[in-house]
């Protein structure tokens, strides 16, 4: 089992930016690799990127190249995601998952809870 404790979420005005962390806890994280994924209100959840065990690959949405960053500490057993140029439409719950591999949520074992991030125009 890994537990997945998401933080950093908050309230911002459009252009600020924010850093989320995900600390994990349970088996082996850097054995795993990582993901984010975030959900609006009314709307499916959707990827935004994904990190490999040791963090020298990621992956992101179209939409989310050059904006988002994601990164991992395994000493710390923490996942970042990076998010800078934040607008209203970012406004959503983000997510960090573990014990998978890809854009798709179902391929993805383990996640936390979500941080709300709201973007004010």
């Known amino acids: 089992q890994v537990q997945l404790v998401e933080s950093g979420g908050g309230s911002v005005q459009a252009g600020g930016s924010l850093r989320l962390s995900c600390a994990a806890s349970g088996r082996t994280f850097s054995s795993n690799n990582a993901g984010w994924f975030r959900q609006a209100p009314g709307k499916e959840r959707e990827f935004l990127a994904s990190?490999?065990?040791?963090?020298?690959?990621?992956y992101y949405a179209e939409f989310a190249k050059g904006r988002f960053t994601i990164s991992r500490d395994n000493a710390k057993n923490t996942v970042y995601l990076q998010m800078n140029s934040l607008k209203p439409e970012d406004t959503a719950v983000y997510y960090c998952a573990t014990g998978g591999w890809g854009s798709l949520s179902a391929g993805y074992a383990y996640w936390g809870q979500g941080t709300q991030v709201t973007v004010s125009s």
């Open positions: 990190i490999s065990r040791s963090g020298g690959s990621t």
